[in-house]
């Protein structure tokens, strides 16, 4: 009797342990199960991360496109800046004529010269963009000679300049609005038989600007 009561006995301890083994959570379960959900954790972090990364760089892109597009448009704004002033003599004191024939005047006291589209060893304007341009032209005549300047398109005459033997100084200056192709020239000339003259309180001038691009 006491032998069969020590195997029920057994019998129940090593249900008891089973169901025990059943129920309870193994420790290297959990931990694996720790290690996953932290590796979730990092992976979603990595994915914001690198969400933030790629927004960046379109802001990045972005701006860098805008940056270029905006140094294309200052170097076009500035190709397209021209403006010159001359006077006629480089001493800024003398005379020039008179001659037999016209000659093209060549201002040699260059003041300004943006673009470089004024020549000052020919004294020819070469349009460097197609535009609307600004010209002006001032010739200083002296009492008792003849002064006659005229302004040339491409060898055309467009506007002229006189003075006819005045008593005292014999002044007068002219202005045209021209449009231009890319190439078109722009010089002034001296009539024949007629003096200019350049002294420190007035001189013979040439100049112009580029009002707009066409």
Known sequence: MMAVLQMVLLLCAGSSLAEEDLFTPNLNNIADLEKLKNMDERIQKLEETLA????????????????????????????????????????????????????????????????????????????PVKGAYYFKFYGHGHGGTTMAVSLLKNGKTQCSVFAWKPTSNGNGSNGVVLTLEIGDQISTQLWANTWVYDDPASYTSFGGFLIFPL
């Open 52 to 127: 933030t990364v790629l927004s960046e760089n379109e802001v990045l892109k972005t701006l860098k496109e805008h940056s270029q597009k905006l140094e294309f448009l200052q170097k076009e704004n500035e190709a397209k800046k021209v403006a010159f002033s001359a006077g006629l003599l480089e001493s800024e004191t003398g005379h020039t004529g008179p001659f037999n024939s016209v000659i093209t005047l060549v201002y040699k006291k260059v003041f300004s010269n943006i673009g470089g589209a004024y020549d000052s060893n020919t004294g020819v304007f070469t349009a």
